[in-house]
């Protein structure tokens, strides 16, 4: 029996995914989290085998929430899951120890493949998204902007592109003010920005948010 836990911030694609789990005879929903911080409190109090991770979430979110889980366990098996197909987040959730990665775009019954195939201790990545992260890699020789921002200045770029504040950043990723003004800092030096909008602008440009 495969147990998951079930991570994200909206009931209602929580409860899709574990019927659709339930559907499965050898998979079993052991729990369900709201956000990162409750995530990796049931992680550390139920050990499943799989957490399926939704990577955008208020408060710690889900790369925090990864990372905390990782260093907790390097054996954890995550699921990352995104609303957004692009390389880029894809990625990111690899290079912070995710096993998989499925857009939420997918076909449900991809959701038991992949499940099934991080519980084995496989990676997953469904096809197109590996086209796509394929031909980023052969076309990518000059890597833009973004792609140069370390893990935690993507992580507080796509917050302050989603309009949170630095004092909110800060207590979400549990990090003091002046450190993710330092973080703001070297965001804009590298992406060549001024403001806040002018962010957000190339956040949309690069599918990380919608509009």
Known sequence: ???????????????????????????SSVSEAESGEVAYQRYVELAPDVVVMDLAMPGMGGL???????ARDPHARILALSAHDDPTHARRAFNEGALGFLSKRSAPEALIE???????????????????LALADIEGTVKSPIERLSEREFEVFVRLARGATVQRIAEDLKLSA????THLYNIKQKLGVVNQSE?????????????
């Open 1 to 27: 029996m495969i147990t998951v836990l079930l991570v994200d911030d909206h009931a209602v694609v929580r409860t899709g995914f574990r019927l659709l789990l339930q559907s499965v005879a050898n998979i």
């Open 178 to 181: 002046s450190t993710v003004g």
């Open 114 to 132: 992949a499940v099934t195939t991080v519980a084995a201790g496989r990676r997953f990545l469904d096809v197109s998204l590996a086209q796509k």
């Open 199 to 211: 962010l957000t602008l190339l956040a949309i440009r690069h599918g990380l948010i919608e509009a």
């Open 64 to 70: 925090e929430a990864l990372r905390r889980i990782r």
